[in-house]
Each structure stands twice: as C-alpha cells, then as structure tokens.
C-alpha cells in the first residue's frame, strides 16, 4: 500500500490560514488523494480530493504538487471548530488506508 | 442531511462475552464499511460490503468477528468471544459508488471497552 507521511501535530492561531503538508512519494498514476478529517469523539468526514489539479471547495483548498509525490491541504482561516485529526489519504482500489494523520490544535 | 446511524454509541463488556453493533448506512448507499479504530491510530478497514456480499474482508479477525448485511441496507458486526485487545471505536461507513472516488461518510461509532 502507498503510504504518505504526515507531520504528527501543528499548531495555529483562530482566523490565519494553515497548511497542512503530505508526503505521497510513491505514489501511483491512478491513486487520488483523499483528506478527511476527525473532530474529538465523532467519525472521520471528508474534507477534499484531487488527481493532479489543485482543488477548490467550501471547507479547503488543495494543492498538489506537479509531480504529485506530496500536497497541502489549506484552511483558508482555521476556526476553533477546525481543530481535528487530519488525515491524508491515498485511494487505491476503492479502499481508503488511513496512516496517523496530523492533529490540529487551533489557538484563540 | 441524511447520517450514517449506528448503535450503540458506548459498549462496555467483560472478556469472553459477546457483543453486536448495529450500522444502518445512508439510503441507497450500495457501499458499507466497517473500520477498527484504536486510541491514537488511524481507522482499518475491516470489511466491505457490496450490497449483501461481502467484497473485502482480508483484515476481518474471523475467528472471532463476524459482520452480516442481510437485506443489503444495515449491517451487523458480532465479535465473539471479546478480548481485552478489542477496546477501540468501531465505525461504519457508507458510499453510493464502489471503488471509486466517491466520498465516504461515517457514523458517530461504538466505543467499545472490554474489561
């Protein structure tokens, strides 16, 4: 299984942007990046995914690099609610392989 | 917005008992998954349903695990007998396309505590 490697926690302030890195270095042609996230005592949720182009959407950005061997998932402006487990997956075959992921505490 | 059910949401049992929990996916997600999290680690699947059929259950303990979709819709995960080793969150996750990128949405979980 393709593995990525995440740092183990950050730290931010409420209302400044975060970027969270991943390193996908083996990578595969075929495999999306997926990004869910976990919030204390609740099930994972799905953040963003892409292929190749950076990705939009109403809860992140993500960037991923031209040769896809890593990506950040940035939050425009972290809140108090967006402090959570992020993890940064690699779809392979329809099964997501969930690593430790980053724990993000976000300061007031 | 519609939710992946599960219950019950906490479970404390003594070893060599045996316990059942209960997922009931999003309506007309064809997908359902169960996943294994302990403390401080990331969820592992531990077995996918297509429908009824079971498609993936390479990382299924099936000495004493057990998980059944009867009808297609919800699912049950039975672990028998339980051992202290089996203390984590279980949770069930539902999506509408197999195999692909399609998102996957999860339940709340069943904390499970054996004693």
């Known amino acids: 299984d393709a593995k990525t490697t995440q740092p183990n926690s950050m730290e931010s302030n409420e209302e400044e942007p975060v970027h969270l890195p991943c390193n996908h270095s083996?990578?595969?042609?075929?495999?999306?990046i997926h990004w869910y996230r976990q919030l204390p005592s609740q099930g994972p949720e799905y953040v963003i995914h892409?292929?190749?182009s950076n990705v939009n959407n109403r809860m992140a950005s993500l960037a991923i690099a031209e040769d896809r061997k890593s990506s950040t998932l940035i939050l425009h402006r972290a809140t108090l609610r967006d402090a959570a487990v992020y993890y940064c997956?690699?779809?392979?075959?329809?099964?997501?392989?969930f690593g430790q992921g980053t724990e993000l505490s976000v300061k007031p | 917005e519609a939710e992946v059910a599960q219950s019950p949401r906490y479970k404390i049992t003594e070893k060599s008992q045996a316990v059942a929990f209960w997922c009931d996916p999003i309506?007309?997600?064809?997908?359902l998954y169960w996943y294994r999290q302990i403390l401080g680690q990331g969820p592992e699947l531990l077995v996918q349903?297509?429908?009824?059929?079971?498609?993936?259950d390479s990382q299924l303990p099936k000495d004493r695990f057990s998980a059944e979709r009867l009808k297609g819709v919800d699912s049950t995960l039975k672990i028998q007998p339980a051992e202290l080793g089996d203390s984590a969150m279980y949770l069930c996750?539902?999506?509408?396309?197999?195999?692909?990128?399609?998102?996957?949405?999860f339940g709340p979980g069943t904390r499970l505590t054996v004693l």
């Open positions: 996750a539902s999506s509408l396309i197999p195999w692909s990128t399609d998102t996957q949405y």
């Open positions: 083996t990578i595969s042609g075929t495999d999306y």
């Open positions: 892409g292929l190749t």
């Open positions: 997956i690699l779809l392979q075959g329809g099964k997501l392989i």
């Open positions: 309506s007309g997600h064809a997908t």
């Open positions: 349903f297509q429908d009824e059929s079971v498609v993936d």
